[in-house]
């Protein structure tokens, strides 16, 4: 009696390949856009328990914000260098958050991430009553830092954005909103596309957060929501 080997041809073996081939194909972007949404969502929630530790300060402190590191000069902190290196959000926030991790995105790029992966408007720097802002939903408190890093590799990256430089030329009176855009003077305070998307996350001083397209935020003095006193 004679026996045959029983296995797969090259035929065979070149067809299973290239159906593995295809699969990978196809659900390798699946998983990467999966891995993208989540770090999309942790970087939410990290803003929103935020927002929550915002709205226990202004609770704390007479319904007002807090100074930042910038705008101290205006607050009488002149005179101590060291209790000025605390003005700055996470800094103040964090006796509320117990917790550094959650002033870092998961997608932030930098080597050198400094004190947080979010950036202060810079027209909420200063110790304003938090009842002058007459639209909190529509008034942007944080949003996500620039991935671009500062000139100095030594020096922290910066912490708060100024939406006049936000435009070319710059301008230096709201009646002039909502003028030109510059993206090149965007990407170097901001990252508005720093999640899948093309969105970066903004929290608004309602503590509500939400994933937005720059464009989305932007506009006249009534409708741009990085101008506070609509």
Same mark, same amino acid.
């Given at each position: 009696?004679?026996?045959?080997?029983?296995?797969?041809?090259?035929?065979?073996?070149? *067809? *299973?390949?290239?159906?593995?081939?295809?699969?990978?194909?196809?659900?390798?972007? !699946?998983?990467?856009?999966?891995?993208?949404?989540?770090?999309?969502?942790?970087?939410?929630?990290?803003?929103?328990?935020?927002?929550?530790?915002?709205?226990?300060?202004?609770?704390?402190?007479?319904?007002?914000?807090?100074?930042?590191?910038?705008?101290?000069? #205006?607050?009488?902190?002149?005179?101590? /260098?060291?209790?000025?290196?605390?003005?700055?959000?996470?800094? !103040?926030?964090?006796?509320?958050?117990?917790?550094k991790d959650?002033?870092?995105?998961?997608?932030?790029?930098?080597?050198?991430?400094?004190?947080?992966?979010f950036s *202060?408007?810079?027209?909420?720097?200063?110790? #304003?009553?938090?009842?002058?802002?007459?639209?909190?939903?529509?008034?942007?408190?944080?949003?996500?830092?620039?991935?671009?890093?500062?000139?100095? /590799?030594?020096?922290?990256?910066?912490?708060?954005?100024?939406? #006049?430089?936000?435009?070319?030329?710059?301008?230096?009176? !709201?009646?002039?909103?909502?003028?030109?855009?510059?993206?090149?003077?965007?990407?170097?305070?901001?990252?508005?596309?720093?999640?899948?998307?093309? *969105?970066?996350?903004?929290?608004?001083?309602?503590?509500?957060?939400?994933?937005?397209?720059f464009e989305?935020? #932007?506009?006249?003095?009534?409708?741009?929501?990085?101008?506070?006193?609509?």
């Amino acid at each position: 009696m004679r026996f045959h080997k029983s296995g797969f041809t090259l035929i065979e073996l070149l *067809v *299973v390949i290239a159906i593995i081939a295809i699969l990978a194909a196809i659900l390798f972007p !699946v998983f990467a856009q999966a891995k993208a949404a989540a770090k999309k969502t942790q970087g939410i929630s990290n803003l929103k328990q935020i927002g929550t530790a915002m709205h226990m300060y202004i609770a704390d402190y007479d319904d007002t914000l807090p100074f930042s590191r910038e705008a101290a000069i #205006w607050g009488g902190y002149t005179g101590d /260098p060291e209790e000025l290196e605390d003005m700055v959000f996470y800094k !103040v926030f964090l006796p509320y958050t117990k917790n550094k991790d959650i002033f870092y995105s998961p997608e932030d790029k930098l080597a050198n991430k400094g004190g947080s992966s979010f950036s *202060v408007n810079a027209h909420l720097e200063y110790a #304003w009553s938090a009842t002058a802002i007459t639209q909190p939903a529509d008034t942007i408190y944080l949003t996500d830092r620039s991935d671009i890093p500062p000139a100095d /590799p030594s020096e922290e990256p910066e912490e708060h954005y100024s939406w #006049w430089t936000f435009t070319n030329p710059f301008i230096d009176d !709201v009646s002039q909103l909502p003028a030109t855009l510059d993206y090149d003077s965007i990407n170097v305070q901001i990252s508005p596309k720093r999640y899948s998307g093309g *969105v970066a996350g903004y929290l608004f001083m309602d503590s509500h957060v939400k994933a937005m397209k720059f464009e989305q935020t #932007w506009g006249d003095q009534t409708k741009n929501k990085h101008y506070p006193f609509k």
